[in-house]
């Protein structure tokens, strides 16, 4: 597609569920990023894949979160036992590689409630 | 570490007025800084983005930002609001080791006709 794309665009689960949050970044861009943004907040950094691997987790909140990006382009998001703390907006960007320079492309991200 | 602070959450302008939004940020690095938008139920947009190159750079849509490294500030401005501004805008900092973005907590514009 054209741009940065996210399913579900909703999801609603119970407290204690596991959940998986998809991304399809923009062909060809080699660098992926999660954040996570509050009702409110700016959206905060959770990991960084660069090609299969991911180059900085240090953003993952607990080891109930976790990603993989298996063949370099989808990403999925995963969280175990879901928490009414994680109820946020899941956002996935790309971009072309992981220089700084390279604008970051944003889908328009999974929101997340925990009941 | 780096940071970003907006001043102000909630800023209201008249349409045709100036816009000001501010951000200052922390960096023990030389910074890369950006300012995105965000539209009600879409994605973030870049605005523009400061890579140490021109201090005053420009950005889509008549918005510009200056980089004032004795200030550590790197504000937006627009001289004349439009109706379509209404919008949340982000500022963010990252770095040439780091790549990805650390956010200030946004500031909602408001335009008033």
């Known amino acids: 597609g054209a741009g940065v794309s996210q399913t579900p665009s909703n999801k609603v689960t119970e407290k204690g569920k596991y959940v998986e949050l998809r991304c399809d970044p923009i062909s060809g861009h080699t660098a992926l990023y999660w954040y996570r943004q509050s009702l409110g907040q700016g959206p905060e950094f959770l990991i960084y894949?660069?090609?299969?691997?991911?180059?900085?987790d240090s953003g993952l909140p607990n080891d109930r979160f976790f990603a993989v990006r298996p063949e370099g382009s989808v990403s999925t998001l995963k969280i175990q036992r879901t928490e009414r703390g994680d109820s946020a907006v899941y956002l996935c960007?790309?971009?072309?590689?992981?220089?700084?320079?390279?604008?970051?492309?944003f889908g328009p991200g999974t929101r997340l409630t925990v009941l | 570490a780096q940071s970003v602070t907006q001043l102000g959450s909630h800023v209201s302008v008249s349409e045709g007025a100036l816009v000001l939004l501010r951000c200052n940020y922390s960096?023990?690095?030389?910074?890369?800084l950006f300012w995105y938008v965000q539209y009600p139920n879409q994605g973030l947009q870049l605005l523009l983005k400061y890579t140490s190159a021109a201090t005053l750079v420009k950005g889509i849509n008549g918005f510009e930002a200056e980089f004032k490294k004795s200030e550590t500030s790197f504000h937006l401005t627009k001289p004349s609001a439009h109706m379509s501004d209404a919008a949340e805008y982000f500022c963010a900092v990252s770095s040439v080791m780091a790549g990805k973005l650390i956010f200030g907590q946004g500031t909602t514009l408001q335009v008033k006709p």
């Open positions: 960007a790309s971009s072309l590689s992981g220089a700084v320079y390279n604008e970051q492309f």
């Open positions: 894949f660069q090609g299969t691997g991911a180059a900085d």
């Open positions: 960096s023990s690095v030389p910074p890369y």
